[in-house]
């Protein structure tokens, strides 16, 4: 009996073990890589600041964190990938405004704003108009008005088609201009802005990490930016909005980092301290400040608040474009 009572107490004891580092593990969050899913292409901004925010993952967050680009249906294949990943917490996405605002008008989508929690924030995205004088001549707005009222049918590069806020942003101003013209899509924003650099469209669409240095070295003039006050971007300087230029094209987006609402708070928590962390770190701040940008440290109802304020706003423009 003696024996079978030594026997028992220690199946009691190695259970108890067993429990107790399995429960250990259950805490500890997180213990493997954690990916980020990116909606769009390679080299585009939101793309560049991802990988940056990545690069940190092992000295901020103990585990690596890999990006993941998932690109095509104007952001929704992403976000399908989201919806069908475990809320075990490993799966982030850098999602945006127009995802809710713009694209269900144009694309059948299978989410809402109920499916996600914006953690932070990442950027404010202040599209600005680009043309390459040395292949169309333009250098303003007002040389690419009388471009496109001469005859000429006048070709624009963007990233992605309908439903897409760059795609959606540089239709409605040709549409205002009265200006007829083609769009070129691309994968993603370096794409748009390589299409522009070799001539192969008059007239592109990007964000400061994207077009700064060909701005700055001359080979890309600004005709404008969508942000209604206008813009200073370090290095080239202030640009002028087209709402000061007498077009009513307004739009400020926003991208941002997310999970799906289901992941515990506590795991939410522990992501978005993570952001914070990186965006406090010299280094990252230096690296932002490099692309003419700072990081948008916004949080979740401040987020939330600005895609209500947008989806107002986006209802024009689709009307405008269906």
Known sequence: MRKWLLVLLSLVLIVGTLFAQGAKEEVKFPN?????????????????????????????LGVPVIVENKI?????????????????????????????SLTPAFVQVNYTIEDITPLIGMRVVEFVILSNPKYSNIKTLDQLIALGKSGKSIKYATTGGPGNDSYTMISV??????????????????????????????????SPPVYREYVKSGEFACLGTFIPDGIEVEGIGRIASFKEQGIGAEFVGMDYFAVKSSVDDAKKAVLT??????????????????LGMEAWAATEDEIIKEIDLQTIAMKEYIDLLK
């Not at 925010?53 to 901020?60: H, I, L, P, R, T």
């Not at 994968?187 to 748009?192: N, Y």
């Open 273 to 290: 301290k993570f952001i914070q962390y990186v965006y406090a770190d010299p280094e990252f701040t230096a690296f932002m400040s490099s």
């Open 173 to 206: 101003l040709f549409k205002k201009l009265g200006l007829d013209a083609q769009a070129v899509p691309y994968s993603g924003g370096q794409d748009a802005i390589n299409a522009l650099l070799g001539g192969h469209v008059d007239i592109a669409i990007g």
């Open 32 to 60: 493997k890589k954690v990916t980020i899913i990116m909606p769009w292409g390679l080299g585009g901004g939101p793309d560049t600041i991802a990988r940056k925010v990545a690069s940190y993952g092992e000295k901020y």
């Open 72 to 100: 095509g249906g104007a952001g929704t294949i992403a976000m399908d990938a989201l919806m069908q990943a475990s809320d075990d917490g490993y799966t982030m996405v850098v999602s945006n405004g127009p995802l809710f």
